[in-house]
């Protein structure tokens, strides 16, 4: 939980910044908590007791003035599920700050942009797989284990509020495993005992954000990079959708889906013999990620797409 109050600290100076004037700035968010429960008592069909919960908080501080536009975002989630007699598990965490600078390609378009963009992801706590780790002592991520930060420059197309695509020909990105057992393993794309690579290649990003029909409103974030000096053929995929149902000032309902594919993460089968990976299983794989949930959520401020 420490990683998780650090990064609402860190958050706090650009948040109070864009307090300062109010002229330019929309700014808002919203956090939340999500519990649910499954208790059974002689129950026939079998199963056993649950309880799962998750909080959450999104806040953007977003700036516009005559042909400039700058988008900040910072994006917080972590949750648990426990079940009866067997280790808590996490089932969600994430730690995301973006960063979108734009300037019209000239003051009469409203459309095209000339764009730069910081995206840094990692996670809070640490993460197991659970069905070759049941009892959890062998962390396969940790905080900034791994870490992403990509930057970018290029150009962004704004037909709407509600969508923009920004197509990067250059665009860093670098990975960083921090933790001692993971570098040393090679995880994530590292070298072997190495805690940072660089990549250089291309990347797009699309964005939609819209009220699909009344109090329903669905979010998609794509994120594509292909890297030029190695293997331009292939093209790391990240997918993230978001459809939240209000149903009241307080309650709202959240379907939330991350589709992955990174050719640098690797999964392996366990040696039955060492309890260590096994190399020459060594793939990559898409990943999938689906959470629903159902609880208490607070809007505050403006949302973003809104005209002034």
Known sequence: MKPFILAIILSLPATLYAQTDTTYWNKGGKFGANVSQATLTNWSAGGSNTIAGAVYFNYIFDYKKRDILWQNTIDMGIGWIKEARSAQ???????????????????????WYYNATADFRTQFAKGYNVEDDPNQNRP?????????????????????????????????????????????????????????RAELGMSLKASFNKEIVSNVLYTTNLLLFSDYLEHPDKID????????????????????????????????????????????????????????????????????????
């Open 89 to 111: 598990k996490k089932a969600d965490d994430r730690m995301v700050l973006t960063s979108s600078f734009g300037k019209k390609l000239t003051s009469s378009n409203d459309h």
């Open 140 to 196: 396969i991520s940790k905080f900034i284990s791994p870490g992403y930060l990509m930057t970018s420059i290029g150009i962004d197309y704004r037909p709407n509020d509600y969508f923009n695509v920004a197509i990067s020909p250059i665009t860093g990105k670098f990975t960083f495993v921090q933790d001692d057992s993971l570098s040393t393993a090679g995880a994530f794309g590292v070298d072997p005992g190495e805690k940072f």
């Open 237 to 308: 995929v990240n997918w993230e959708n978001i459809l939240t149902l209000k149903v009241n000032g307080w309650l709202s309902a959240n379907i939330y889906n991350q589709i992955i594919y990174d050719y640098d993460i690797k999964f392996y089968e366990l040696d039955p013999l060492t309890g260590e990976n096994d190399l020459t299983t060594e793939t990559d794989k898409w990943q999938f990620k689906n959470i629903i949930g159902l609880g208490l959520a607070v809007q505050f401020g403006g949302k973003r797409g809104e005209k002034k």
